[in-house]
């Protein structure tokens, strides 16, 4: 029988994503996600509950992130969960969970969009991503996932989904 490790937040990012290059050339970028909950209590009164995630993102995504995303910018995040263990400097052990993304995606209006009328054609042609303006020809291609027309503007980026159980 096949597994299946999905997340999916929506949320708003808690600081600008923080870059990294390796040696070995790969890019990472990782920034905390906010998302709230509300509820109301027993005394019937309105609270709200806020779970901030660490999310990692690689390659092209941490690019487009880094490129695309700012603090408090309201975002849809797709990935896998993940766990890790370390020995930090003063010889602890450490373990963090972190939400590898495979899907990021713009979900507000960004207000550098001149051409941005509320109409016309969604996304418009300056939002797409594509193989032709991504720097490195071998990083994966973004999916087509279409978009409902709505006053939000949506940037889609994708790594592949390689080893998909089914």
């Given at each position: 029988?096949?597994?299946?490790n999905?997340?999916?937040l929506?949320?708003?990012?808690g600081?600008d994503?923080e870059?990294?290059?390796l040696?070995?050339?790969?890019?990472v970028?990782k920034?905390?996600?906010a998302t709230?909950?509300s509820?109301?209590?027993?005394?019937?009164q309105?609270q709200q509950?806020?779970?901030w995630?660490d999310i990692v993102?690689?390659?092209y995504?941490?690019?487009?992130a880094?490129?695309?995303?700012?603090?408090?910018?309201?975002?849809?995040v797709e990935?896998?969960?993940t766990?890790?263990?370390?020995?930090?400097?003063e010889?602890n052990?450490r373990t963090s969970?972190e939400?590898v993304?495979?899907?990021?995606r713009l979900l507000?209006?960004r207000?550098?969009?001149?051409?941005y009328?509320?109409a016309?054609s969604?996304?418009?042609?300056?939002?797409?991503?594509?193989?032709?303006n991504?720097?490195?020809?071998?990083?994966?291609?973004?999916?087509?996932?279409?978009?409902a027309?709505t006053?939000?503007?949506?940037?889609v980026?994708e790594?592949?989904?390689?080893d998909?159980?089914f």
């Amino acid at each position: 029988m096949a597994s299946l490790n999905k997340v999916i937040l929506v949320g708003n990012l808690g600081r600008d994503p923080e870059m990294r290059h390796l040696e070995n050339g790969a890019s990472v970028a990782k920034f905390s996600l906010a998302t709230t909950e509300s509820y109301k209590d027993k005394s019937d009164q309105w609270q709200q509950q806020t779970e901030w995630h660490d999310i990692v993102a690689w390659r092209y995504l941490a690019e487009r992130a880094e490129q695309l995303f700012k603090k408090g910018s309201f975002v849809y995040v797709e990935g896998k969960l993940t766990h890790r263990k370390w020995v930090d400097k003063e010889g602890n052990n450490r373990t963090s969970t972190e939400i590898v993304a495979q899907s990021l995606r713009l979900l507000e209006r960004r207000e550098s969009n001149s051409n941005y009328s509320g109409a016309g054609s969604f996304p418009s042609p300056s939002d797409e991503i594509s193989t032709s303006n991504n720097p490195n020809p071998s990083a994966p291609k973004p999916s087509n996932t279409p978009v409902a027309a709505t006053a939000q503007e949506e940037v889609v980026v994708e790594e592949p989904a390689d080893d998909l159980p089914f």
